[in-house]
T-cell receptor
């Protein structure tokens, strides 16, 4: 069974460009979570989605960040007009049941030059 | 904030010894999960303990939960070099409207061969 898949694994962007991070949850999982990890820090929750719905975006920055989980295809975390402070590892997780065990993907490491 | 905090921040022991890590949190929870992260990689789920459980075992892992003290401990017995990693506790808040896990900054465990 494939686990949570994320791509790309590494992404380099210049300031002002857009970053698109993709996440495919485990088979059968309809709950997707996005987290950000800064160096030497724990993960910070950003957003929780179910198919076609954003359920909890309490951790999302108010500007430039958006997320979606369409009926077909992977979940997308989109960062517009990236700044150097956006450089971090972004992890996606999925769960079979809301609030239960979350399984994490390998992460996307974003570097903003 | 219900941020969990792991203690100690770093731990170095000899192979074969037991390693104990502690976690404290601030609010009521549904469950508490422990994860391992090898350098630069994704998180691996180790164990989930529910708020009505006091102790749980999985192989060489033993987790305890004391909801009155809002604390948990992770014990790794007979440590191996491959156990070298960062270990994070993550709490699932029991209140409404908060679906993401709250992570601490982690304990960096080094097993000396």
């Amino acid at each position: 069974n494939a686990g949570v898949m994320q791509n790309p694994r590494h992404l380099v962007r210049r300031r002002g460009q857009e970053a698109r991070l993709r996440c495919s949850p485990m088979k059968g999982h309809s709950h997707v979570y996005w987290y950000r990890q800064l160096p030497e820090e724990g993960l910070k929750f950003m957003v929780y989605l179910q198919k076609e719905n954003i359920i909890d975006e309490s951790g999302m920055p108010k500007e430039r960040f958006s997320a979606e989980f369409p009926k077909e295809g992977p979940s997308i975390l989109r960062i517009q007009q990236v700044v150097r402070g956006d450089s971090a590892a972004y992890f996606c997780a999925s769960s079979l049941i809301r609030g239960e065990t979350q399984y994490f993907g390998p992460g996307t490491r974003l570097l903003v030059l | 904030s219900q941020q969990g905090e792991e203690d100690p921040q770093a731990l170095s022991i000899q192979e074969g010894e037991n390693a104990t890590m502690n976690c404290s949190y601030k609010t009521s929870i549904n469950n508490l999960q422990w994860y391992r992260q090898n350098s630069g990689r994704g998180l691996v789920h180790l164990i989930l303990i529910r708020s009505n459980e006091r102790e749980k075992h999985s192989g060489r892992l033993r987790v305890t939960l004391d909801t009155s003290k809002k604390s948990s401990s992770l014990l790794i017995t007979a440590s191996r070099a491959a156990d070298t990693a960062s270990y994070f506790c993550a709490t699932a808040f029991s209140g409404g409207g908060a679906d993401g896990l709250t992570f601490g900054k982690g304990t960096h465990l080094i097993i000396q061969p």
